[in-house]
């Protein structure tokens, strides 16, 4: 029950993170707010209570 929980609350997690980031990345690109023809993205993941400090980084082309 409690590997159910966890997940459940992970699914969310990523549902929350992915859907409003993906609005965030489109938002500017529409507005003509991305300088060149790249978007160069960092997200960092960090914990309050645990030592979790981790850095995605991605550039997406925009041709």
């Known amino acids: 029950m409690l590997q159910a ?3 459940g609350a992970r699914v969310a997690l990523d ?5 409003t980031s993906q609005r965030e990345i489109e938002r ?5 707010k991305v300088q060149g023809s790249e978007l160069k993205l960092r997200m ?3 914990a309050e209570n645990a030592p979790l400090d981790h850095v995605v980084e991605e550039t997406i082309d925009l041709r």
């Open 5 to 7: 929980v966890r997940t």
């Open 44 to 46: 960092t993941l960090i």
């Open 28 to 32: 500017v690109v529409r507005e003509g």
């Open 15 to 19: 549902r929350a993170v992915g859907i």
